[in-house]
């Protein structure tokens, strides 16, 4: 295998960890938040900070690193519309995704303390939840017009 092909392959495998882990772990984490069970809620997102530390950060870096190489390779400059929108799409979701970590981290430790306490969960975690939800929704459907820009490579 020559070298532009392996880092097409990681660059897919980790594009599939990256954007699998994370709608696996929204899934998980939307549907427990709502479940009502704050020790459900105090497992789960203690997992989905796991996950994202474990799989998802380590393949936003490998991402951006294999695809400037694979872009390098092909010859193909950042200023190639496609190429230039996948970036800032990349980017934008990336902005999102930094404060759900926060938020993520805060929620786990919230749920944990009231699972700990036998308390209910406090307002400030519904805050938080709001706000997941909020940066969520952007960042998988700028990561889906990533998706659909790396495959397709149209001309804008």
Same mark, same amino acid.
């Given at each position: 295998?020559?070298?532009?092909? =392996?880092?097409?392959?990681? #660059? ?16 998980? !984490? ?10 459900? *809620?105090? &497992? ?13 950060? +380590?393949?936003? &870096?490998? *991402?951006?690193?294999?695809? =400037?190489?694979?872009? #390098? ?7 190639? +519309? @496609? ?15 930094? +404060?759900?970590? @926060?938020? *993520?981290?805060? !929620? ?16 400030? /975690?519904? /805050?938080? *939840? ?7 929704? +952007?960042?998988?459907?700028? !990561? ?13």
């Amino acid at each position: 295998m020559n070298t532009y092909l =392996l880092l097409k392959w990681i #660059h897919i495998v980790s594009s599939v960890v990256l954007v699998g882990t994370g709608l696996g772990s929204a899934f998980y !984490m939307f549907f427990t938040n709502r479940s009502g069970s704050v020790a459900a *809620q105090a &497992v789960v997102s203690r997992l989905v900070v796991r996950a994202d530390w474990w799989f998802t950060s +380590p393949a936003v &870096v490998v *991402q951006p690193i294999t695809g =400037l190489a694979l872009a #390098h390779m092909a010859g193909w400059p950042l200023s190639t +519309p @496609w190429l230039a929108l996948s970036i800032v799409l990349y980017l934008f979701a990336g902005l999102c995704w930094l +404060p759900v970590v @926060w938020l *993520q981290i805060r !929620m786990s430790r919230l749920a944990s303390q009231a699972f700990a306490a036998g308390q209910p969960l406090p307002a400030l /975690h519904a /805050h938080y *939840q709001r706000w997941w939800e909020r940066l969520g929704y +952007p960042a998988f459907a700028a !990561m889906g017009i990533v998706f659909y820009l790396m495959v397709n490579k149209p001309a804008l």
